[in-house]
DNA sequence: GCCAACGTTGGC
DNA sequence: GCCAACGTTGGC
């Protein structure tokens, strides 16, 4: 079982957008190393950190776990869509995407400028200078760590 | 809106 | 393979 902190702008898609649909297919991701940890890595059943960014208050909103690993992401086939990408196609695709499942909105938001305060969570990649992966694997210390501020127990 | 930091592109 | 130019991310 691995542990992934998956970045979302809340203004395209929420926490409670995912609440709605229940589930998604994590299109759009149009970087190697993220789309890597998709492909390759990202397993079914493994728990997923929905963060916020680009937004009034980054930080932590939710939870969610894969529900169906790696496939073709179809939206780079589609001209009309603002994730098109000419150079894949359907014989050699070049993006990949995992769908996953709403699990819980945090009742206790879990901002980023919490996060850097604490103590146990200083190793995060999320906080590493210059990082800016939208997908990226945790330690499960530092998952259950952020499970705890944001007052919500696994079971 | 600013801008630091990074990734990608493409000429050479 | 190098690297300058450009585009994007994302916090502030």
Redesign the pocket.
């Known amino acids: 079982m691995n542990y992934w902190l998956m970045?979302t702008?809340p203004d395209t898609f929420s926490i409670d957008d995912l609440k709605a649909q229940k589930t998604s297919g994590w299109d759009g991701v149009?970087?190697?190393?993220a789309r890597n940890f998709m492909r390759d890595d990202m397993k079914k059943g493994d728990l997923i950190l929905i963060?916020h960014?680009?937004?009034e208050v980054?930080g932590v909103a939710g939870l969610a776990i894969v529900n169906k690993e790696s496939h073709p992401d179809p939206s780079a086939f589609d001209s009309q869509s603002n994730y098109f990408d000419p150079?894949s196609n359907q014989d050699n695709p070049r993006w990949f995407m995992v769908q996953v499942k709403y699990k819980a909105k945090f009742k206790a938001f879990v901002p980023?400028?919490q996060i850097?305060k604490e103590k146990k969570l200083q190793d995060m990649k999320l906080i590493q200078?210059?990082?800016?992966?939208?997908i990226m694997p945790l330690e499960k210390s530092e998952f259950l760590h952020i499970l705890k501020l944001a007052n919500y127990s696994l079971t």
Not at 30 to 33: F, T, V
Not at 129 to 134: A, M, Y
């Open positions: 970045k702008e149009r970087n190697y190393q963060y960014s680009s937004c980054p150079k980023l400028s850097k200078k210059g990082n800016r992966l939208s």
